[in-house]
């Protein structure tokens, strides 16, 4: 009964039919189990893909790390209260410190340093907006750090698509994600 059951999938009753699956940024391996059937076979019927973003597209990346820096010439430090500044720097050496600890050894058989990955997650740190440090902090987890190298599900559906040939893209460009989390106050963050 469980396989039936299924809010993450929406059929839009036409010839050929039509799906709005709703998916969730994180690593596939902690939700695959539990989709159910009906939405993967509707995803490998399918011929055509639309994501929300196209992870898979460099530009795409290189877009959204750059929305997320300041106006040049400011620093976090510039706009974060002295206070809160001083703790953030304090959990981030934390984390670093840590990150050798939280790291599978299947992830160090990889060649994954724990000086590597806390730079490809908190790189730059000093030159985010307060919204994607935010975000970012909520991801430096034990449990978000051993599933690092997992790709998240949109990003492994994408890579599916890909391999299987399908048609893909996307329904938002950069801009229309990164505009309405920039367009955040400090309160709201």
Not at 24 to 46: C, E, G, L, M, Q
Not at 55 to 82: F, K
Not at 157 to 182: D, F, I, S, W, Y
Request: aromatic residues 12%; hydrophobic residues 40%.
């Amino acid at each position: 009964q469980q396989g039936e059951l299924n809010s993450f999938l929406w059929t839009i009753r036409r010839d050929p039919p039509a799906y709005l699956f709703g998916t969730i940024h994180v690593p596939y391996t902690r939700v695959w189990d539990f989709i159910p059937d009906n939405s993967k076979a509707a995803f490998h019927a399918s011929s055509s893909v639309y994501f929300e973003l196209d992870l898979t597209d460099p530009y795409t990346i290189s877009g959204l790390a750059s929305c997320q820096m300041l106006p040049h010439g400011e620093n976090l430090q510039d706009v974060l209260p002295r206070e809160l500044y001083r703790r953030l720097k304090r959990h981030l050496d934390y984390i670093k410190l840590m990150l050798p600890h939280w790291m599978t050894p299947d992830q160090r058989g990889k060649g994954l340093y724990a000086d590597y990955l806390f730079n490809a997650i908190a790189g730059n740190w000093e030159r985010k907006r307060p919204v994607w440090v935010m975000l970012m902090v909520n991801s430096l987890t034990e449990t978000d750090i051993r599933s690092r190298g997992v790709p998240v599900l949109d990003l492994y559906l994408a890579q599916e698509a890909e391999r299987m040939k399908k048609k893909t893209g996307a329904v938002e460009q950069v801009e229309e994600q990164c505009h309405p989390l920039n367009g955040l106050n400090f309160s709201q963050v």
